[in-house]
């Protein structure tokens, strides 16, 4: 299911940071303090909600403005709720939209 990643044209450091995300690895906040990291977890975007993947990408209030405005050029109709569902439906989707332009603006989405 992951693999698709590491065909998406667009830098290694790009792909790196999807990959880590998807996985739930991705050092956000929350999970480095989890870790043991003696640090606030607070959201650094909002300051309202801990930083977590899921707030962090998509449910933070600045981020959630980015995707209102790029979501339909992506041929995404719901609201994705975790990082999973949402490169789920952009998989399922990017194959039946036939745009392989979304896959290069989903990525630079990211970065
Ligand atoms: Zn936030």
């Known amino acids: 299911m992951y693999h698709d990643i590491w ?16 996985r739930g690895r991705l050092n956000t906040k929350d999970l480095l303090a989890s870790k043991g990291a003696q640090i606030a977890v607070v ?42 569902s949402l490169w789920s439906d952009w998989r399922h989707n990017a194959v039946s939209c036939q745009k392989k332009m979304k896959w290069d603006i989903w990525a630079c989405a990211i970065l």
Request: hydrophobic share 50%; charged share 20%; glycine share 2%.
């Open 7 to 22: 065909m998406v044209p667009v830098p290694l450091k790009a792909k790196i940071m999807v990959s880590l995300t998807i």
């Open 43 to 84: 959201c650094i975007l909002c300051g309202e909600e801990d930083e977590t993947q899921t707030h962090l990408f998509l449910k933070c209030q600045w981020v959630t403005r980015i995707w209102a405005s790029i979501k339909f050029r992506l041929c995404i109709v719901s609201d994705p709720v975790d990082i999973l």
